[in-house]
């Protein structure tokens, strides 16, 4: 048989790596220069998954539900892929609350949307301090949506709080996130608020971790 | 130079979509409305057959070219242009005599109803357009034609 044309690390049996350390995990399948895929594919596509789960649920919150776990497993796989692409020296995963935070707001939302998600807000409401905020001005995935007046409290980004859930859990942060549209007048119509509750015992953690 | 309506008509000639753009156009029912997309489909329908000329044989392979019927209804207040889409969708914008490009007008129209309206999950095929998302585009993209 012949040796595959791919340069290896030479060493006989186990894991062949390309001599540049690239394996195909770590750039896109897609080699166009952006990597980029068409917006109204997407949006086809998205509009069928919020059809075909609208069609299985008797509410809006079941909907959300349904919505928030087909991201789930997309942001568990996500957190492990990002953090392989990054450079060897930070390719760690985020230990505190708002290393964590931070990646999502950044990497993970440059990886999905080619752009940082626009605020990260911690709450102010006295009732629950440990609330954690990521603001879109614009989510990518509500381009092209509007809610029929019937369904008005329903954000179909809830499929984005479903990744940012999956990342979370992955991380070994586990919480809940979900979509809330808070519309600010003519400027952003579909801004939308993903409000991150961890667990108590996350909280707890943090705090015992923060101290030492 | 104003635009001044817009009408879309579904493929069965059922009424859609119908807004004004300009104030101090003569008020008419919604019934009316319905009567005249009603009526506009069958006087579409008659005008595509009027044709004279026969269409040229199409390439092997292919369907004959659509027959286009009405386009343009011109009168002395004002100008109806009509746009076919090949499913069979219309779309009437009613300008005044004046207005220029009429047909970039409406092309981008139909990028806005084939962006906002059919992207959207929410909306059911040959039914009423409401569409939050393809009011405030279309609102928007026209006050900027008005207001050139």
């Known amino acids: 048989m012949s040796q595959p044309s791919v340069p290896s690390s030479g060493k006989d049996g186990g894991l062949r790596v390309p001599s540049n350390g690239k394996t195909i995990y770590h750039r896109p399948l897609n080699r166009t220069k952006t990597a980029e895929i068409s917006q109204a594919s997407f949006a086809y596509l998205f509009g069928e998954m919020v059809t075909y789960a609208q069609?299985?649920?008797?509410?809006?919150?079941e909907l959300e539900q349904r919505l928030n776990v087909q991201g789930h497993a997309i942001?568990?796989?996500?957190?492990d892929l990002l953090l392989h692409r990054e450079p060897p020296r930070s390719q760690h995963r985020p230990t505190n609350i708002l290393a964590l935070l931070h990646f999502i707001r950044t990497s993970l939302w440059t990886h999905l949307f080619a752009r940082a998600a626009d605020r990260l807000e911690k709450s102010a409401d006295p009732e629950n301090p440990d609330d954690y905020m990521i603001i879109d001005n614009e989510p990518l995935v509500n381009a092209f949506i509007s809610v029929p007046k019937d369904m008005s409290s329903l954000n179909c980004a809830a499929f984005v709080a479903g990744i940012?859930?999956?990342?979370?859990?992955?991380?070994?942060?586990p919480g809940k996130v979900t979509a809330h549209s808070v519309p600010e007048g003519e400027m952003w119509p579909g801004k939308t608020v993903f409000l991150i509750k961890f667990r108590s015992e996350v909280v707890e953690r943090e705090a015992y971790l923060g101290k030492s | 130079?104003?635009?001044?309506?817009?009408?879309?008509?579904?493929?069965?000639?059922?009424?859609?979509?119908?807004?004004?753009?300009?104030?101090g156009l003569n008020k008419i029912s919604t019934n009316d409305y319905l009567v005249l997309a009603g009526t506009f489909h069958g006087v579409h329908a008659i005008t595509a057959r009027l044709t004279p000329i026969r269409p040229p044989a199409p390439p092997a392979g292919l369907r004959p070219e659509q027959?286009?019927?009405l386009e343009?209804?011109?009168?002395?207040?004002?100008?109806?242009?009509?746009?076919?889409?090949l499913t069979g969708v219309k779309f009437l914008l009613f300008t005044d005599t004046t207005q220029t490009n009429v047909d970039v007008t409406i092309r981008k129209v139909y990028d806005l109803y084939a962006d906002y309206v059919m992207k959207n999950p929410f909306y059911s095929l040959e039914m009423p357009i409401r569409c939050e998302m393809f009011d405030r585009k279309l609102q928007s993209y026209v006050r900027e034609i008005n207001n050139r």
């Open chain 2, 67 to 69: 027959v286009s019927g």
């Open chain 1, 55 to 61: 069609r299985r649920v008797k509410g809006v919150q």
């Open chain 2, 72 to 85: 343009v209804l011109e009168t002395e207040n004002f100008r109806m242009q009509c746009f076919n889409t």
């Open chain 1, 164 to 173: 940012v859930e999956g990342v979370c859990d992955g991380a070994d942060f």
């Open chain 2, 1 to 23: 130079m104003t635009v001044f309506a817009l009408i879309v008509i579904n493929k069965a000639g059922g009424l859609i979509y119908n807004k004004n753009f300009h104030d």
């Open chain 1, 75 to 79: 942001g568990l796989k996500l957190l």
